[in-house]
């Protein structure tokens, strides 16, 4: 496993392959907390296809898509990653920060169109990392997106209040790996 960030620019260094590319980030000024990207003031999709439109290529990326967007032409940006040479996608931000991360049932926290786009994407043959804020809904999509997903992306609410940069880099979460038997690995924001 390399280096994982999630950056709103595209690298083309080596070593850093496993970039969440989240061009949104670049909407927004610079120090605002990442729980700004989850409000409804972006279009995140709409600025992830204008970002792609205007680079050479993103090979290796994984793109940070908002999978429970209703407006999304999903076919078309599928097309559109695959032409600027993305790998996979990630649900960022996740449907669980947007709708809050225990529903009233005090059940898993998994969204029913988040899985459903993910699995989509996998279809499509796009590599899947799949971000939520709860450790238990992490255990429960590995287990429905079992064999499908490449990482996961836990974002505590402590998480939240990383200032957006340029960058964010993520470390691996060793104890929820662990704790829940993942057989993939877990990662989580360690800076801005």
Sequence with gaps: MGTWSISAEVFSEAGLEDTIYAPSMASL?????????????IDWNAALTTALRQIPAARGHYAAVMMVDPFTLWEDLADL?????????????PASLLEGATPPTGGASENTLEMDRLKWFSDAGFKLVY?????????????????LVDAFLHLPPSALDIGLGERIMLG???????????????LTPVSA
């Design 29 to 41: 000024p610079a120090g605002y907390p990442l729980v700004m990207a989850t409000v409804p003031v």
């Design 81 to 93: 990653l695959k032409e600027k040479g993305i790998t996979g996608v990630v649900n960022f931000p």
């Design 131 to 147: 971000a939520a804020s709860d450790v238990k809904e992490i255990a429960n999509t590995a287990l429905r997106l079992e064999g």
């Design 172 to 186: 691996t979460a060793h104890h929820v790996s662990e704790r829940d038997h993942l057989d993939r690995p877990v």
